[in-house]
């Protein structure tokens, strides 16, 4: 073969191995047998050995796993992941339809689709070939696992249209594949995984690409990224239909239902009936259908508020009491944990329970020794429901709080107005512990490989007492620690030395200063701009920001007076952590020009720009882009077919553009 024919033929076998690979892993109905798809895929290879130079990125051969990273790049996503809010009960979804209708005005249709218990993740094709996959991470920034994506056959590596995309879907493991899995790894001494979920996570944080793909996984893809009406279609149902036909898998069990009666009867079926799926689902999800009506519901700071996720109710179990222990928070609250006779619920073993606070031990009366009820709340975290009377012996123990601290022994104090007993020592080595914890957590400063474990061997061999102290950190006192390696020594340290150059909104949550979450650390952090410019701020300047109430101005100023405080943030700065914000502060946002400090919604279809282009050519103009028209909104923006939004502008006197209008504005700028 010359050359050309070469490249001929390697096309010709993509084609037909792509086409093949669909039919069989996709739709379930192979085209040919087994043996002629290996004979194609053994050709392909042999070529492919002989001309490294003609492996496309999306060669079918790719499926068998790469080379091993050495780690995990990171990625920013290009429309945040958010999560759903939760629904328990028949009630709870009612409550959702009432506020649906009533943001939108009239009925509308829902799509139902079963909540798949995996791991979300994010799926990005440029001119239809796949380039990226990632994690979800903390919703705004994940981890690249795209070479151990492109080891499942459901993710098609090209797409039937060259489209440029991101779709959004769960991988997950099918039980079959889980417990075959897991005897496979009983036999060869490894720990089993708890679930196919945590088997499907495991399975994609790995390296090394190969054990990807000896892992049987699979991926259901749920939604384009952003607005999926930007690629011509105006309901969620038909962007699935469309999805299907580009050649992914969306999960066919889907519903329409045009009623919340009908959403109901849909959740009871597969309540009754999950067991017999050949994955796991842990709930259903129901998504308002239209993208106009998503549009005018618009998002949370966490979810979008046309979609809601029934989780299933928890499985309950019973177990034995056999004491309870105490420990002391961050915040030094102390806990009771139940321990329990070890028991099986939803997918892995538990030996301790949260109870949550002296008054729901009284209140439950729960006593040591009780047979009791055990969940996991939300699925994750186990707890006791209650005690079983009738099954009293009369030798259990009721229980009372200490009055001193279980770990520092200093007297502990009922804030008024909380349940909870405090221990407010500040030298307290559990709150230094949990302190610390929370620092380098993930939506914090991030730093991989430290956990409770490690905390309390740094802590308990003096090496780090405050989180400025992990800074100072170095190889050799820390391979003298218990099951501390070169490898993890080495990795730890680069994930601390990283975590310098994070910007000032990740430091200020990890800080731990009471009421700033994540939200209002990000807040400040715009606003401000530099750690020693908040600093600065009295009560009443930060009053003044509009999304700051009492509670944070009053915690912030507490905060930053305490000398203590002051030296580890001063440690903090002689390491060289950065203590600056890496976006753009309020303050550069652009103060003049048509958009700056405006308020613009985009409705109908837009044809010069895509509604992403728009947003961010808005926003970088300093002006704000949101998804429902109010009295605060300064310029709607109608593309053909506005429906809704467009009456309601015109009903509160609001500035109505057309795009073209629109695209004028946005040229202003040069
Ligand atoms: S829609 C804005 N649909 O459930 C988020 N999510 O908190 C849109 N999940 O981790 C998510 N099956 O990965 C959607 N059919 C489905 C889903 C689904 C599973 C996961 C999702 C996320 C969590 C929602």
Same mark, same amino acid.
């Given at each position: ?19 093949? %690979? ?36 999306? $060669? ?31 009630? *709870?979804l009612?409550?959702f339809d +009432?506020?649906v209708q ?5 009925n509308v249709s829902y799509i139902c689709e ?5 791991? =979300? ?55 079959? $594949?889980? =417990? ?53 279609? *105006?309901r969620h149902s038909?962007?699935?239909?469309? /999805? ?10 889907r519903q329409r239902c045009t009623s919340i009666e009908e959403v109901i009867?849909y959740i009871?079926? !597969? ?13 259903i999800v129901v998504k308002v259908d239209h993208?106009?009506d998503q ?11 046309w979609a809601i996720?029934y ?9 034995? /009491?056999?004491?309870?222990? /105490? $420990? ?26 949260? /109870?949550?606070?002296? *008054? ?20 994750? @975290? ?9 099954? +009293? ?89 218990? +099951? ?48 020693? =410019? ?83 050519? @808005?926003?970088?103009?300093? %002006? ?32 109505? !553009? ?13």
């Open positions: 073969m010359d050359r050309i024919e070469l490249e001929q033929r390697v096309q010709q076998l993509n084609d037909l191995l792509h086409e093949y %690979g669909h039919a069989y892993y996709v739709r379930d109905t192979p085209l040919v047998s087994d043996a002629v798809y290996d004979q194609y895929m053994q050709e392909l290879l042999a070529i492919e050995t002989e001309h490294p130079d003609l492996v496309y990125p999306d $060669s079918p051969s790719q499926r068998v796993g790469g080379e091993a990273l050495a780690g995990f790049g990171k990625v920013v996503h290009a429309f945040p992941m958010l999560s759903l809010s939760n629904a328990f009960n028949e009630n *709870d009612r409550e +009432r506020r009533e943001a939108v005005g009239h079963l909540k798949i218990d995996g791991l =979300a993740v994010s799926l990005r094709y440029e001119d239809g070939k796949f380039v990226q996959g990632s994690t979800r991470g903390d919703g705004a920034v994940g981890e690249d696992i795209t070479a151990n994506l492109k080891t499942i056959h459901t993710i098609p590596l090209r797409l039937k249209e060259p489209l440029t995309i991101e779709v959004r879907g769960e991988a997950y493991m099918p039980k079959k $594949s889980f =417990a075959q899995l897991n005897v496979a790894r009983d036999e060869s001494g490894e720990e089993p995984f708890a679930n196919p979920r945590n088997a499907a996570a495991g399975s994609l944080r790995q390296l090394d690409p190969k054990i990807a793909a000896s892992r049987s996984l699979a991926v259901f893809v749920y939604s384009i990224g952003g607005d999926g009406s930007v690629y011509g279609q *105006d038909s962007s699935l239909d469309n /999805l299907d036909a580009l050649g992914f898998e969306t999960n066919k069990e009867a009871e079926k !597969w309540t009754a009936s999950r067991l017999d799926l050949n994955y796991e689902i842990d709930g993208f106009e549009e005018q519901l618009g998002f949370t700071a966490r979810s979008p508020k996720a989780k299933f109710p928890a499985e309950e179990v019973v177990t034995k /009491l056999l004491g309870i222990e /105490l $420990s002391v928070g961050r915040t030094g609250v102390v806990t009771p944990t139940a321990i329990l006779e070890p028991v099986h619920v939803a997918g892995s073993t538990v030996g301790r329970a949260s /109870l949550h606070n002296e *008054d729901l031990i009284k209140e439950k009366d729960v006593r040591i020794g009780d047979t009791v009820i055990i969940r996991k709340a939300g699925d994750i @975290i186990p707890e006791v429901v209650a005690p079983i009377i009738e099954q +009293r012996t009369g030798d259990e123990v009721p229980f009372d709080m200490p009055k001193n601290c279980p770990e520092c022994d200093s007297e502990l104090v009922r804030i008024e107005g909380e349940v909870a007993l405090r221990c407010v020592n500040p030298q307290c080595p559990a709150q230094m512990k949990e302190a610390i914890i929370h620092f380098v957590s993930r939506n914090a400063m991030n730093i991989e490989g430290i956990g409770e474990r490690v905390v309390d061997q740094l802590y308990n061999a003096e090496l780090v007492h405050d989180v400025s102290d992990l800074y100072t950190l170095t190889k050799e006192p820390l391979l003298e620690l218990e +099951r501390m390696g070169e490898k993890s020594v080495s990795n730890l340290l680069t994930a601390i030395e990283a975590s310098k150059t994070n910007s000032l909104e990740k430091m200020l949550f990890g800080l731990g200063i009471r009421h700033v979450g994540e939200k209002a650390a990000t807040i400040l952090a715009e606003e401000f701009g530099t750690l020693a =410019a908040l600093m600065e701020a009295d009560v009443e300047r930060l009053l003044t920001i509009h999304e700051i109430g009492d509670k944070v101005a009053e915690s912030l100023t507490t905060y930053f007076g305490n000398e203590d405080v002051l030296e580890v943030l001063r440690k903090l700065e002689a390491y060289g952590v950065n203590l600056t914000y890496k976006g753009r502060t309020r303050q550069e946002m652009p103060t003049e020009g048509p958009f700056a400090g405006k308020i613009v919604v985009l409705t109908g279809k837009l044809s010069i720009l895509t509604r992403n282009e728009a947003k961010e050519q @808005i926003e970088a103009l300093g %002006g704000k882009v949101s998804g429902s028209v109010s009295k605060k909104t300064d310029i709607v923006v109608a593309g053909e077919d506005a429906g809704s939004k467009l009456a309601k502008a015109e009903e509160l006197d609001i500035t109505v !553009w057309d795009e073209e209008q629109l695209v004028e504005a946005l040229g202003e700028k040069e």
